[in-house]
Structure formats: structure tokens, C-alpha cells
């Protein structure tokens, strides 16, 4: 079974630092990879995602993340945060499409975020 | 513009009252799902439906109902609501040859 570990469930940045939130992941197959963020009070948005290629990815809001298979992980990256980046930031993996079965995302438990001025 | 509408937001009910979340979405997605986010668990999949009239269970299906007779449409139904089911809901939706789900905002659901 897949299973995902997010290894912080809080990080503390000063604002302009950079910072960096960790993924690792368990699977015997290939999966397709995601960073979601959550702001208070909202739904999840989708930063960024992989599904093949690059191991590079670079998302919305200057994030950006980076796939080491032989690691199975995927951490995300910012090289300089702002205040509004304050929020819960959740990991998530899928299996690529299989024409059956379950077909969820499974979640890590979620790092919070914290920018301090 | 392209949206998961979930109602209602926040719910206070009181254990044993039959209540149903709804889910709409207008992006024509085959898959849709519901998930529940606790404290340092993250979110868990209740059930999924891969289109109209085929549903399934996901990891924490005890406690709910769900049907899809409408692709649109994907309510969560709770038939006896009990404290343990106080949680944040989530709907979400995706196409069938997509990967990026898109969620809904959140019902925020309190068991007295």
C-alpha cells in the first residue's frame, strides 16, 4: 500500500528566508505526485504536480519541487517566503490511472507553515 | 468559472439526525470523491464515484452514504450522525484521463 510521510507538522520561517517542507513517499509503482496548500477557511489548491519527466517541477506562487525517485521524495521548496504563504501545506500521491479500483489521492498529515516578520 | 460548490459551509446537528452534504461541480468530471480532514491526520477518502450510477468505498467509508445519479452532482449523506463524524469535508472532482483534482471549500460539520 502507498502510504505518504510529511516529515514536519510545523515550520517556522523568517519571512524572506528560505524554506523547506518534506515529502517522502512509499510505493512498489510509479506515482504521480502533488503539493496542495490550504489557506484558512478555504479549499485546497494545487501548487504544483508530478507525473513524468523533469524531476524539476516549478509551481504557482515561486514554488517548486523536486522528484528523487531513488529517495522516494518529493519536498517543496521556496527560496524566499512572504507572509501570505502562512498556511497548511499537504502532500499527496496517486497511482497513474489503472481502469478500476481505488482511485483516491492519498494525503500526508499536512506541515503548517508559520512566517514570522 | 470552473468550481466545486459544496453547501453548507458549517453545520451543527445533533447525533442521530440524518443529514446530506451536497456536492455540484460544472467542470463535466467523470471522478468525484469526499474526503475528511482531522488534526494531524491529513485528509482520508470516504468514497469515490468514477461516474453516474458506480460508486465505491474509499479508506473511512463507516458512518456514510453516497450516490451519483447525476454526473454534476456527488451529496455525502450521513444517516445517523454520531460525535465522531465532527470533521471538515471535502468534495473533489477530476476528469477520467486527468490526474489535478479540484476541491470545494469545505463543509465544516460539528456532532453534538
Known amino acids: 500500500a502507498q502510504s505518504v510521510t510529511q516529515l514536519d507538522s510545523q515550520v517556522p520561517v523568517f519571512e524572506e528566508a528560505p524554506v523547506e517542507l518534506r515529502c517522502n513517499y512509499s510505493?512498489?509503482?510509479?506515482?504521480?505526485l502533488f503539493w496542495y496548500v490550504q489557506y484558512p477557511n478555504q479549499g485546497l489548491q494545487l501548487l504544483l504536480k508530478y507525473l513524468s519527466g523533469s524531476t524539476l517541477v516549478k509551481g504557482i506562487n515561486g514554488f517548486e519541487a523536486e522528484f528523487n525517485k531513488s529517495q522516494t521524495s518529493f519536498h517543496l521548496r521556496k527560496p524566499s517566503v512572504h507572509i501570505s504563504d502562512t498556511a497548511e501545506y499537504f502532500c499527496?500521491?496517486?497511482?497513474?490511472?489503472?481502469?478500476?479500483?481505488?482511485?483516491?489521492?492519498?494525503f500526508g498529515k499536512g506541515t503548517h507553515l508559520i512566517i514570522q516578520p | 468559472e470552473a468550481q466545486v460548490t459544496q453547501n453548507p459551509r458549517y453545520l451543527i446537528t445533533v447525533t442521530g439526525k440524518k443529514l446530506t452534504v451536497t456536492c455540484s461541480q460544472n467542470m463535466n468530471h467523470e471522478y468525484m470523491s469526499w474526503y475528511r480532514q482531522d488534526p494531524g491526520l491529513g485528509l482520508r477518502q470516504i468514497y469515490y464515484s468514477m461516474n453516474v450510477e458506480v460508486t465505491d468505498k474509499g479508506d473511512v467509508p463507516e458512518g456514510y452514504k453516497v450516490s451519483r445519479k447525476e454526473k454534476r452532482n456527488f451529496p455525502l449523506i450521513l444517516e445517523s450522525p454520531s460525535p465522531n463524524q465532527t470533521s471538515l469535508y471535502f468534495c473533489a472532482s477530476r476528469t477520467g484521463g486527468g490526474t489535478e483534482a479540484f476541491f470545494g471549500q469545505g463543509t465544516r460539520l460539528t456532532v453534538v
Open positions: 499527496a500521491v496517486r497511482f497513474p490511472y489503472s481502469g478500476g479500483g481505488a482511485d483516491g489521492l492519498t
Open positions: 510505493s512498489s509503482v510509479s506515482v504521480y
